[in-house]
């Protein structure tokens, strides 16, 4: 089956069909959105991170000229946002965020109460008038005050200050393992609060239509069905009454798949003044109350033997999740995928693990691309350099000897893992870099007095999540399955829906190369709609590189079906079996008479215009649909990254010289998409490693405002990348593909810091916190060499 006269399309790096529309300035996102008679939306925030509110007076916003309305919680009685997970209270603490703070604050920029205007500019001058009193409370800002027997408590219900408290996988006798084995390594590392920080901010524009009785809400997320339920659940409408429509999308990396309080407070007010209202998020409001991620504290040892094989691996997991659980994901998010996930690549015979939430009064948590595995990753790899070290084998080597080899392997964790090319990348990652040359200019550096560093990362990438992967989690909204519906018209064209959501990921492409290749079709036929919740039945949306592996095979089994009619009907009109023809090139031929041939546009016109030809066993019209979800554990891709930096003694910056990526996504469906996905993802990994952190004073006023304080990465500072493919199809998804969203940036910290680790070597210090700072570099360059311990 050809989708056209060179071949499939599937593996070939087709034009991306949105950059046209997009680089042409003709793109539509939600700011772009004018609507007759539109108001704007602005937040009254909280100014304290802890606090009674004592008042609330807005009588003077409503009197600014050009303000139409302002709201607080108790004008609109909106129900709770509440995440949760089916774990006794011992587990996991469910928390009610609601959409305007009603009498408690719990960080710095918690919206209060909604002020709507003629416009933004007047709406912010609204915001000016309000009067907000409190009573504050002292501010809990970070793990020890969490943990401490007096603190405060950022909610009642939840001791401790946490949300999540699980242990996994003790493996009996862990213990004895540790206390008998030959060589054990410990390692403690911190890494720092980030923002996900999409180009465009969050937004959304809401309006009540009359003639459906329904609410439509445009608005920029990853998952606008879960947003539909959550809407109409706070609003006390009918799911029937809420259309969520995302147009396009400047980025999302998980920020953006988590239902926020500002777009359902917009919608709120539109439906009360049944006007249009818009809201869009400026960047300090992004910076400072939108959701963030990756603050986490691991306490790991690792037991070896005499050889470097690992025996044991034990970790204790805190992750910082703020002020409030995110929906639907909870605030188990984090510290579940750690624990759950963390011996990764590695043949770990005995495990255990505890992965702990907590709650402060920061700004809440979601879900940031990789979500704890740029961690995780980061910690094993560190213990397993500081293992080499400790036992004299080179790092390269002691990866070797424990990396996993014999597929399917169902590891300590209970995960099984499918064919992969661990050992295979983590050579040719090695042996790019030595080609280049770059041992030999490590060791004439060294000679010369600068500090050059080669560091390595060998991971794997889970992706494909099915509803038993979320399931496990004992989450009690359960992500998995992918709805798709393919459509052909009298013309023979084809309209595909699915469930999940671009934001940046090239679906408009890489959908329409799996339907071309399934229908033997022009790919110039094919148009995907996705972001509708009336036009699409239900979907999770895109998030832990589900669109292909999940959202590609469903659509590929709805053309597949579509095909199969197309030949029932050929078939039909020939009275010959289906077995006889086979479809490509637009048209249906005969394998027992070749030259004939019907092409789609005459099936069709039968199918819809002259349906009383069919038999009475084919329905009238050309609709395929179908589902997709994964009942294993899912499917691994797996990469090696392989980083070299230079150290620079006099300002302790970090130079990336060199980077290589070696990558196994099973089939690319468009590999120049992948490499845009790997380029991209170790660009936000190198932010992570070196650059981007959130900080707070000690009463939790967030220090970072604006691009000054946050340090974000330029086209300077990240390197080029040189990038190796390696296929390992995967035998359960529909097109032998596995997902490739996140693996850059999981990769990438752990390179990096190893590297910097290498090149600090003959000072015999060594990091474990992220992101490395200048000061630290240049502190551990200049201070005096310790003697070695006997």
């Known amino acids: 089956m050809k989708s056209t006269d060179d071949g499939p399309l599937v593996g070939r790096s087709v034009r991306r069909r949105e950059d046209p529309r997009l680089l042409a300035g003709h793109g539509r996102f939600v700011d772009d959105i004018e609507l007759p008679g539109m108001l704007h939306a602005q937040f009254v925030r909280s100014t304290v991170a ?25 004008d609109l009685d909106l129900g709770d946002i509440t995440a949760r997970l089916d774990r006794p209270l011992s587990e996991y603490v469910p ?78 006798g862990i213990d004895r393992v540790f206390a008998k084995a ?45 947003v539909r339920t959550v809407a109409s659940r706070c609003l006390g409408l009918h799911e029937r009454a809420v259309r969520v429509i995302v147009p396009d999308m400047g980025g999302g990396f998980g920020l953006k798949c988590a239902v926020g309080r500002e777009e359902i407070a917009a919608a709120a ?81 005995a495990y255990r693990a505890r992965g702990r939430a907590i709650t402060t009064n920061k700004a809440p948590t979601a879900p940031y691309r990789g979500v704890s595995r740029p961690q995780y990753v980061m910690v094993v790899e560190r213990l397993m350099e500081r293992a080499a070290r400790e036992l004299g084998l080179d790092p390269v080597e002691i990866r ?42 490590q060791a004439a550096a060294r000679s010369e007095g600068r500090h050059i560093g080669i560091g390595y990362s060998c991971f794997s990438e889970r992706t494909g999540y099915g509803s038993t992967a979320f399931a496990a989690r004992k989450m009690e909204v359960v992500p998995g399955f992918d709805l798709s519906e393919v459509r052909m018209d009298t013309s023979g ?69 579509l095909g199969d009619k197309l030949r029932a009907i050929a078939a039909a009109e020939w009275g010959v079996p289906v077995e006889k023809t086979e479809l490509g090139r637009g048209r249906i031929r005969r394998l027992d008479e070749p030259d004939r041939e019907l092409t789609y546009e005459h099936l069709a016109d039968i199918a819809y215009l002259r349906s009383h030809l069919l038999p009475d066993d084919i329905e009238p019209g050309l609709t395929a649909t179908a589902a997709f979800d994964v009942a294993t554990d899912g499917t691994f891709s797996n990469a090696t990254h392989g980083v070299v930096v230079e150290l620079h003694e ?6 990336i010289l060199a980077y290589v990526c070696v990558e196994d996504c099973g089939v690319a469906i468009n590999p120049q998409v992948v490499e845009g996905q790997c380029r991209g993802g170790i660009a936000q990994g190198i932010a992570g490693a070196l650059f981007e952190q959130v900080t707070y004073d000690a009463g939790g006023e967030p220090a970072v405002t604006g691009f000054m304080d946050y340090k974000v990465p330029t086209a300077h500072e990240i390197p080029e990348v040189e990038i190796h493919h390696l296929e390992t199809p995967c035998a359960f998804t529909e097109t032998g593909a596995k997902g490739a969203g996140e693996g850059g940036t999981i ?19 060594e990091l474990d916190n992220t992101p490395i700072t200048p000061e630290t570099v240049h502190r551990a360059l200049t201070a005096p060499v310790p003697e070695r311990t006997p």
């Open 747 to 765: 990769g990438a910290p752990a390179a990096v810091l190893n590297a910097v680790n290498d090149a600090l070597r003959p000072t015999r210090v």
């Open 650 to 655: 006099g300002t302790g910056q970090v130079e």
């Open 493 to 561: 064209a084809v309209t595909v829906t699915t469930g999940t959501m671009s934001h940046g990921q090239s679906h408009e492409t890489t959908m329409a190369q799996i339907v071309a290749d399934a229908l033997g079709l022009d790919i110039a036929k094919v148009r995907l709609h996705q972001g509708d919740t009336d036009r699409i039945a239900y979907g999770w949306g895109t998030f832990a590189s589900r669109s292909i592996t999940v959202g590609g095979s469903a659509v590929r089994r709805a053309a597949v079906k």
């Open 400 to 441: 070797r000897r424990n990396v996993i080899t014999e597929f399917p392997y169902t590891g300590v964790n209970n995960i099984t893992y499918d064919p992969g090319s661990y050992r295979e990348s983590l050579d040719l990652c090695e042996a790019a870099l030595k080609e280049a040359g770059w041992y030999r200019r």
């Open 269 to 349: 007010a539109a439906l009360r003044l049944r006007r249009p209202v818009k809201w869009i998020e400026d960047r300090k409001d992004a910076l400072t109350a939108s959701f963030l991620s990756r603050e986490q504290h691991y306490t790991a040892r690792a037991a070896f033997d005499a050889d470097g094989r690992i025996l044991a691996l034990d970790a204790d997991v805190v992750c910082d999740m703020g002020a409030y659980s995110c929906y639907p994901f909870t605030a188990g998010i984090e510290p579940l995928m750690a624990a759950g996930e963390m011996p990764g690549v590695y043949k770990v015979p």
């Open 50 to 74: 802890h606090g009674v509110i004592t008042s609330v007076d807005l009588t003077a916003v409503r009197q600014v000229p050009g303000v139409v309305a302002a709201f607080t919680a108790e």
């Open 182 to 226: 030959a060589c054990v390594v410990e390692v403690e590392a911190r890494t720092g609060r980030q923002n996900a920080l999409p180009l465009e901010t969050r937004g959304a524009v809401a309006q009540w239509d009359d003639r459906e009785e329904q609410l439509v809400l445009h608005t920029c997320t990853q998952v606008p069905h879960q």
């Open 95 to 172: 928390t009610a965020m609601p959409v305007l703070a009603r009498d408690r604050v719990r960080y710095v920029g918690e919206p209060i109460a909604v002020v709507v205007a003629r416009d933004a500019y007047t709406a912010e001058d609204g915001l000016e008038a309000a009067k907000v009193t409190y009573e504050t409370i002292p501010a809990v800002m970070g793990e020890e005050q969490a943990f401490a027997a007096d603190a405060p408590l950022v909610h009642e219900e939840a001791a401790l200050n946490t949300l999540v408290d699980v242990t996994l996988f003790a493996t009996r």
